[in-house]
């Protein structure tokens, strides 16, 4: 069961003057609706779990960057489930992580095109809300994925693992690589991204336990997912903090820039490096001794699941209210949690012994 089809009925002409009018003359889902229904922008729709998979529906993909090899392979998942489902794909982004206005106008773009359902992995948790709501007033369908905005500027969020688990296990290894003791930093992505602020919050908790009194967080710097501008933040940090112990870069790009610099320094073996990275990048450095181990999830399947989101979406099974469920294809059948969080599963954790078993 489809909400009101603005888009299907004048759509063009419907789209283009929501885009130009104020948040409530567009009907659909109001902000009264989503306090209503406490959280996302669910409104006031019901989910019809029998609801046939909608074909031919257009699901835009927004990367919070489209050249970062992270979301190349997590944006062909997505793609490669539409094209099983019998509907397209397409991806549209900016090139770099800290173009906060450039994503808010391919949002719009998104929207003027009026795609089905958009997927997007937000550089900035409340910088696109204006956009999507109009987007979602336009009878689009809006999932992120990645990297989250506030739940009531989308319908669903799919979330590569528990937040929670994702920022203390960083912490649980890094300490364990350095005996529980000395000085770390973090390099991170931008310094407005949602996924990483969240990890991030979640690691200055888990050091606060007695376990690692004699670990202490020095600097937190930030390479804006720009494998140059990582590099030169981790020189910086080795050079600022001289007995610096060991560095948690939440990024697959930071983690990899940060391999690259201490695999050709003096620090190679000396201080520890973990964080979120992919087996293809990090196979090197786990092989030459730079990194022991670090995690993360497979991204194809986080598109995947972003993919079949978005169609459950559009099809009526799901609205994005805590509790429903949906059947994704082979992936299997997922809930949805609180705020319309939908969790892809456990990331795995990659070391020398399981590393070449794993190639993304
Ligand atoms: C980078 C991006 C992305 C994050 C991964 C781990 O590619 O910042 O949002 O999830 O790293």
Not at 79 to 99: F, I, R
């Amino acid at each position: 069961m489809r909400k009101p089809p603005i888009r299907r009925t004048g759509a063009a002409l419907a789209a283009a003057t929501c885009l130009a009018l104020a948040a409530t003359a567009c009907g659909g889902t109001t902000k009264e609706d989503v306090r209503r229904e406490g959280g996302t922008a669910a409104g006031a729709r019901t989910a019809d779990p029998g609801a046939a998979l909608e074909k031919g529906l257009t699901v835009g993909f927004l990367p919070k960057q489209v050249n970062n090899p992270y979301f190349t392979v997590a944006d062909k998942g997505g793609e490669k489930a539409l094209k099983e489902l019998g509907s397209h794909y397409k991806e549209t982004g900016p090139s770099s992580a800290t173009d906060t206005s450039g994503q808010v106008s391919y949002v719009n773009t998104l929207t003027q095109q009026q795609v089905d359902a958009m997927a997007v992995s937000a550089q900035d948790p409340g910088a696109l809300c204006t956009a999507l709501e109009q987007a979602m007033r336009n009878g689009i369908e809006v999932v992120t994925y990645d990297s989250d905005t506030r739940p009531e500027c989308r319908n669903a969020f799919v979330s590569q693992a528990s937040a929670e688990d994702l920022g203390r296990t960083q912490v649980q290894l890094l300490a364990g690589q350095i005996g529980h003791k000395g000085e770390i930093a973090i390099l991170s992505a931008a310094q407005t991204a949602t996924n990483q602020n969240t990890w991030i919050g979640y690691m200055k908790d888990e050091l606060k336990k007695p376990a690692y009194r004699d670990m202490e967080l020095v600097e937190i710097a930030y390479g804006n997912d720009d494998a140059q501008q990582s590099f030169q933040q981790t020189q910086g940090l080795l050079q600022e903090h001289p007995d610096l112990k060991g560095i948690i870069s939440p990024t697959t790009v930071g983690i990899k820039a940060a391999a690259q610099y201490l695999s050709g320094s003096r620090y190679k073996g000396k201080v520890a490096l973990t964080g979120l990275g992919t087996p293809d990048d990090m196979r090197t450095y786990v092989k030459n001794g730079t990194v022991e181990a670090f995690e993360l999830w497979d991204p194809a399947r986080l598109g995947e699941l972003a993919a079949r989101t978005a169609v459950a979406l559009a099809s009526g099974q799901i609205t994005g209210k805590e509790g429903e469920t949906f059947e994704a294809g082979a992936m299997g059948r997922y809930t949805l949690g609180e705020d319309g969080v939908i969790v892809l599963g456990r990331p795995t954790v990659f070391d020398a012994g399981n590393i070449d078993r794993f190639h993304f």
